[in-house]
């Protein structure tokens, strides 16, 4: 019957991934978010700007924080199989509403994962320099290099 059950909220783990916004308030963050699992989310008030989070440890706990504090009105969420997956989801929002954004700080790695955000231009640099002149990306991206 335990197997059961753990099959049963596998399914709801991959049914919950949604960008549908959900009125932020406890009893509904605790019919949609599925306990104990790493996850990203996102904030919104008709009156202030969106705020990029994410959990490494329990989404549903810090939603309802988020929820309790009345911190928003709506919110969307994302589990991810790993925590390198919701900082990257993390990161990809940031960049993309950065301007919208209330956060103001670029979202911080893990600490114990020695990654980086794949998406700031000092990380694009770190592979386009270490390859050798002439790499199809090099069409693509002006090579400081190459300019008198
Ligand atoms: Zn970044």
């Known amino acids: 019957m335990t197997e059961l059950a753990d099959a049963h909220d596998e399914e709801l783990v991959h049914v919950s991934d949604t960008h549908r916004l959900y009125r932020l308030t406890p009893w509904l963050v605790r019919a949609l978010v599925p306990a104990r699992r790493v996850g990203s ?9 969106p705020y990029v989070g994410r959990s490494d440890v329990c989404l549903r706990r810090r939603l309802l924080r988020h929820a309790y504090s ?3 009105e709506f919110f ?3 589990t991810h199989w790993s925590q390198v997956h919701a900082y990257t989801m993390e990161c990809a929002v940031f960049h ?3 301007p919208q954004l209330s956060n103001l700080i670029h979202p911080d790695a893990p600490d114990h994962l020695k990654i980086h955000c794949p998406f700031c231009r000092d990380q694009w640099a770190l592979p386009r320099l270490s390859r050798p002149l002439g790499h199809p990306i090099e069409r693509f991206v002006p090579n400081p290099r190459s300019n008198p």
Do not use: G, Q
Request: glycine letters at 0%; a positive charge; hydrophobic letters at 45%.
């Open 41 to 49: 989310y996102l904030l919104y008030s008709p009156a202030a700007p």
């Open 70 to 72: 009345r911190r928003a």
């Open 96 to 98: 993309a509403l950065r």
């Open 76 to 78: 969307s969420f994302n």
